[in-house]
Structure formats: structure tokens, C-alpha cells
């Protein structure tokens, strides 16, 4: 069993976000920076759980430079065997998608494993990218996880409810709650992430056609308006009156 | 030509299928240009989608589609654009959605803006577009470049209008790949708004103290026609069950109206929930979080509180 998790590296989720003065850029200083929750939470964590069941093989990889290894470090200990970065300036999801395609099309893996989204994008475009890269089936927000033999059963959310379907391997998945539940790396794991192997690949070029190129805070709220506990009329009115929504 | 892939899941198209067409006859109007909805599968009334500004609508009603695969939905979707040399293709930011959106993207070669949630405008052959990031904390304005351009339209964004009147439905047919996705069985809860698409969400935490104090919660959501939703203790201590779950493990929201019922307003909470339009807290603290972020507060014991409300909007309703 091969499998691939794709892992991204987000500000955490308590970051106060800010953006230089013109909009352009992110303001990454003072903000402290993590494996994407859902990749390490739901993806990270299944695979691991299934090589621990099966055997194999699991591959973290992760596109960006130099500066991200610290988050891959924290995928080996959490169980990942080996690690690839994919060295570059993570430019837009069709760019990642591109160099995770490149890269995976040669190694055969099983699975190929993302996280339901990230939380810095919220694109849920990646993995679909790369499915389609490779002609691959793509299940998204699965919930659970299954194998048997090269059959996979699987679980995917949609809107107020569940799909159960199956689909021979190999395939692409995006991971949601439910998948697997978080793991705390151990000493052990600690100590071993820093030998396992951690491989540097070149990026292919390519040109993203879809780029963000400007960032603005949302405006702020008003302020609360505090209604009293007894004047609950008083709350009706407005929201029908003033905020028009019922 | 801007190409709507209006969605039809089990046969029915959903508040998201007229949002998305919309969206795509104002995109067309920006442009100059029509805009044709595709279905797929078997499905009642496509001509319907004329209403809400399509000027054709094409169907291929092929049984295969009646369940879902991305990959023969996004090679139905992509061959449709080519062969009417669609220059924007819009679909609905939904599960479906998702899973085709980043498909169609790489067949068309395409720039890709996934959620948007407002009309883009022209900067010469390019398209410009705003989508919320970072969890609601941000807006980016992304610039496509590409000669064809993907939109994936956020839920709730845009209100179905009525742009037009129904239309012919021309049946088609394409050469799609193959889906080797088997789908087994759906299950969902029938007769209430999923949460997604909700307008109202009435949603309570931990501030319940327990599963058995969640009636009045029941009864207020069913007297406004809303969907209930939890924090997440709520759902992980098995109070409610985890489909109701919302904030950034959860699902994110973006209802006209979000009552936020004992529940403190963690940043994580509020991640999945702070695009909702009008945002109503009660919580016996007054130094709540979720004061910040509210437009209309309560301070004060809730178990008094929701059910006067309850009583308030029954008198509202019976006008
Ligand atoms: C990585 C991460 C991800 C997370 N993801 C999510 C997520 O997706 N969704 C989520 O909800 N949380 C999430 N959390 C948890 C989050 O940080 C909070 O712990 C959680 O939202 C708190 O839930 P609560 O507001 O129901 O409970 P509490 O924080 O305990 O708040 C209860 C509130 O009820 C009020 N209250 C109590 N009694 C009454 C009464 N009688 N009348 C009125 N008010 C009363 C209290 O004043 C208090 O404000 C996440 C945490 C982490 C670390």
C-alpha cells in the first residue's frame, strides 16, 4: 500500500490576519504557522491508520519552500514514513495541483489523500486538480475510510447528508471530520521524524491563470445593539424593520 | 456564452441550481453574451431555469448521471463548453461543486475562483472576483486571466431572481468519460433545510447545559422555519448530532440570520459562522466573545429568554 498525503501549511487558526499597506501581500510577521487541520487531523492521520493495518508505505508532501519543513518535520512524527517538498513559492491551487501531479504521476501511489480544503484559501479546488491531472476518480469530503482489498468503501458528505460509495483503487480523496480522530506526535515519533527521509524535488514551471491579487479586511461590524431580556418585541421589530430579514 | 451547470441531485434542483443561474445570466449581461444552464440526469421542469434567466437550457438526460461522479460530470460539463465555446462556466460552491469545479478547471485549461460570493468585473479580456479567505477574516480579489474562466458561486451570495421566463428544453447527448465511482446508497434527513443552504440557522452551545433542555431550541427554529446547528462540544459530547455541527471543523454557514444560543463565540466557532448577514447572541455574559461579532445582543439567562423570543415571533408570524 502507497499512499501520498498532500500537505498544506496555513496560519493558525487564532492568527490575527493582516495584509501590507497596499493589499497586495499577506503580513506573515508574528504569525504562527501550522500543518493545514484538516490534512493533518482527517488525512494525515487515516493513512497512517491504514499503513499501520496493511503496511506500506505513507508519503507526506508538501509544495513550498525551505521554511515549511518544520510542519513536515510534525508529519513524520505523527507517523508519515517518508517526506517530499516540492521546492517553490506555492502560487495558486491550479500551480500545486500542477507540481503534486508531476510528481505523483511516476510513484503509483494507492491513494492520494487531501484535506477537505485549507484554511487560508477555502478552495476545495486542489485535489479535484490533481484527480483530474492524473484521471483519477476523486471522492471529496469523505468522512470515513474503509479498504477491502482494492476496493475502498467511503463515506462523503453532502448537503444534510451522507453518500456511501465504493471505488476500486487508486483514487483521490479530500478528508472531513469523521475520517480519523487527531493524533499528539510522541517523543518517539519526534525523534524519529528527524532521520526519517526528507527528499527535495524541482518544480515544474507553470503559469496559474487564476491569481489573487488583491486583500482587504471585511468592514468592520457596526457594534452590537443590546436589547433588553423582557423586550423581545422590541428584537422582532428590528430584524424585520431595520435588518429586513424576516 | 456563460455555461451554468445547474444541479440536480435525486432529480430536484436546489435553491443553489437558481442562485448559480442568476449569477450566470448577470455575468452574461456584464459581457455582452447569453447564458445556456446544462443538466444532467433525469430531471422535472429544466425548462423552469428559463426563469431565473437561462435562455436555453440543455439536458442530457442520460441515466448514468442520476448518481454522481466527478469525473463523468466534469467531462460532460467541459465537452458542453467547448462545443459552445463557453468563455465562463459558473457551478454552485456546493459538494458537487467541489468535487467538479477543479476538474473542469484542468480540462478547459481554465483559471479557476472557487466561492465567490459577488459579481466579478472586467480589467480588459480578464475577470475579477472576490471570494472570503482565511476563514471569513479576509476578502481576496482574484484577477483570471485564462481565455475560458471557472467560477464556483458561494451559497447564499446572490437571491434567485426572476430574469426571464421559461424555456424550451433541447435534449444532447456527449462522448463523456466514464464514471467508475459506485455509488451504494444516499441517505438524508428529509423535511428539513440542510444547513448549507439555510436562511435562518438558530444554533446553541454549551450554555444548554444538557440534550434534554434542547426543545425550546426545536420549537424556536420551527416557528422561523430554521435549521437547528451546535457548537462543537455540543456535538462532540453527543448532545446533537454531528451534521449540526458548525465553525472550522464543522461546516461554515452563511445563513440571512444566525441566533447563536449559549455559545461563547471561540474564534473557531465564528470562523464557520461570521459570514451570516444579520448575527443575533444570547449569553448571560456580557463579556461574551460573541458580542463582537454580533449585530443584535441578549444579555441574559436563555432559558427565560428563547422561549419569550419563541413567543415574540409567534405573534410576529400571526401578524
Ligand atoms: C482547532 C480547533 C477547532 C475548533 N473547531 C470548532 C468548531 O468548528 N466549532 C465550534 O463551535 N468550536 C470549535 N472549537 C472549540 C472552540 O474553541 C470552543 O471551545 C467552542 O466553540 C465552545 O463551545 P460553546 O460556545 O458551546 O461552549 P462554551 O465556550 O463553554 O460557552 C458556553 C457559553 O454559554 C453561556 N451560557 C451558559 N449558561 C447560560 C445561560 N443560562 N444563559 C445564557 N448563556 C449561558 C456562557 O456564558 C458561555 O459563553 C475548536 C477548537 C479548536 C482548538
Known amino acids: 500500500m502507497k499512499l501520498l498525503v498532500c500537505i498544506s501549511q496555513t496560519p493558525d487558526t487564532t492568527s490575527k490576519i493582516s495584509f501590507n499597506a497596499n493589499g497586495t501581500e499577506f503580513n506573515a510577521a508574528g504569525v504562527q504557522f501550522i500543518m493545514n487541520p484538516y490534512d493533518e487531523w482527517y488525512a494525515l ?25 518544520t510542519t513536515i518535520r510534525k508529519a513524520l512524527a505523527i507517523g508519515a514514513d517518508e517526506a517530499v517538498r516540492i521546492d517553490c513559492e506555492p502560487n495558486g491551487a491550479g500551480f500545486v495541483a500542477k507540481q503534486i501531479a508531476e510528481y505523483a504521476r511516476a510513484e503509483n501511489f494507492d491513494i492520494i489523500f487531501f484535506g477537505k480544503e485549507t484554511i487560508d484559501h477555502n478552495g476545495s479546488e486542489v485535489g479535484a486538480m490533481v484527480a483530474e491531472h492524473l484521471d483519477l476518480p476523486y471522492v471529496s469530503y469523505a468522512s470515513k475510510l474503509d479498504l477491502n ?45 528527524r532521520s526519517k527521509p526528507l527528499k527535495e524535488v524541482p518544480a515544474v514551471a507553470f503559469e496559474d491563470s487564476a491569481k489573487a491579487v488583491q486583500f482587504s479586511l471585511p468592514p468592520a461590524k457596526a457594534g452590537v445593539k443590546l436589547i433588553q431580556p423582557d423586550q423581545m418585541d422590541e428584537l422582532v421589530r428590528l430584524l424585520h424593520e431595520e435588518a429586513k430579514i424576516i | 456564452m456563460v455555461l451554468v451547470f445547474a444541479e440536480s441531485p435525486r432529480g430536484q434542483f436546489k435553491k443553489s441550481s ?81 468535487s467538479v469545479a477543479g476538474r473542469v478547471a484542468v480540462r478547459l485549461n481554465a483559471g479557476l475562483v472557487s466561492g465567490v460570493n459577488s459579481l466579478p468585473t472586467t480589467s480588459g479580456a480578464a475577470l475579477r472576483v472576490k471570494k ?20 464556483s458561486l458561494m451559497g447564499n451570495a446572490v437571491k434567485p431572481e426572476n430574469l426571464g421566463s421559461a424555456v424550451t428544453v433541447e435534449t444532447v447527448s456527449v462522448a463523456s468519460a466514464k464514471g467508475r465511482v459506485r455509488v451504494k446508497s444516499v441517505k438524508t434527513q428529509e423535511g428539513t433545510v440542510p444547513l448549507p443552504e439555510a436562511e435562518i440557522v438558530v444554533s446553541a452551545g454549551r450554555g444548554m447545559k444538557g440534550p434534554e433542555n434542547w426543545g425550546m431550541v426545536e420549537s424556536l427554529a420551527a416557528t422561523l422555519g430554521a435549521t437547528t446547528a451546535c457548537s462543537r462540544p455540543v456535538a462532540d459530547a453527543h448532545w446533537r448530532p454531528h451534521h449540526e455541527h458548525v465553525g472550522q471543523t464543522g461546516i461554515a454557514i452563511r445563513p440571512n440570520l444566525y441566533i447563536a444560543i449559549g455559545i ?33 445582543g441578549v444579555v441574559g439567562d436563555l432559558f427565560e429568554i428563547v422561549p419569550r423570543l419563541d413567543e415574540a415571533f409567534k405573534k410576529f408570524k400571526a401578524g
Open chain 1, 45 to 69: 492521520v487515516r493513512a497512517c491508520e491504514l499503513r499501520e493495518a496493511l503496511g506500506g508505505t505513507v508519503v507526506a508532501l508538501n509544495v513550498g519552500p525551505a521554511a515549511n519543513e
Open chain 1, 149 to 193: 482489498g482494492s476496493t475502498a468503501t467511503l463515506e462523503r458528505d453532502i448537503e444534510g447528508g451522507v453518500e456511501v460509495l465504493e471505488v476500486d483503487l487508486p483514487f483521490v480523496l479530500s478528508a472531513a471530520k469523521g475520517m480519523a480522530e487527531q493524533r499528539i506526535p510522541n517523543m518517539r515519533g519526534i525523534m524519529t521524524a
Open chain 2, 18 to 98: 437558481y442562485e448559480a443561474v442568476t449569477y450566470g445570466k448577470k455575468v452574461a449581461d456584464l459581457l455582452g453574451t447569453s447564458c445556456i444552464a446544462l443538466t444532467l440526469g433525469t430531471t422535472k421542469d429544466a425548462g423552469e431555469l428559463g426563469r431565473y434567466g437561462a435562455t436555453k437550457v440543455l439536458s442530457i438526460p442520460d441515466a448514468s448521471f442520476d448518481t454522481f461522479d466527478s469525473q463523468s460530470y466534469a467531462s460532460a460539463i467541459s465537452e458542453i463548453a467547448k462545443s459552445n465555446n463557453a468563455n465562463v462556466v459558473v457551478l454552485s460552491h456546493t459538494s458537487t461543486g467541489k
Open chain 2, 132 to 151: 472570503s479567505v482565511f476563514s471569513g477574516k479576509a476578502i481576496a480579489e482574484y484577477e483570471i486571466s485564462s481565455e475560458v474562466k471557472v467560477l
Open chain 2, 264 to 296: 461563547s463565540g471561540a474564534i473557531q466557532h465564528l470562523a464557520g459562522v461570521n459570514n451570516s448577514k444579520v448575527i443575533v447572541v444570547i449569553n448571560k455574559d456580557a463579556e461574551a466573545p460573541f458580542f463582537k461579532a454580533a449585530d443584535y
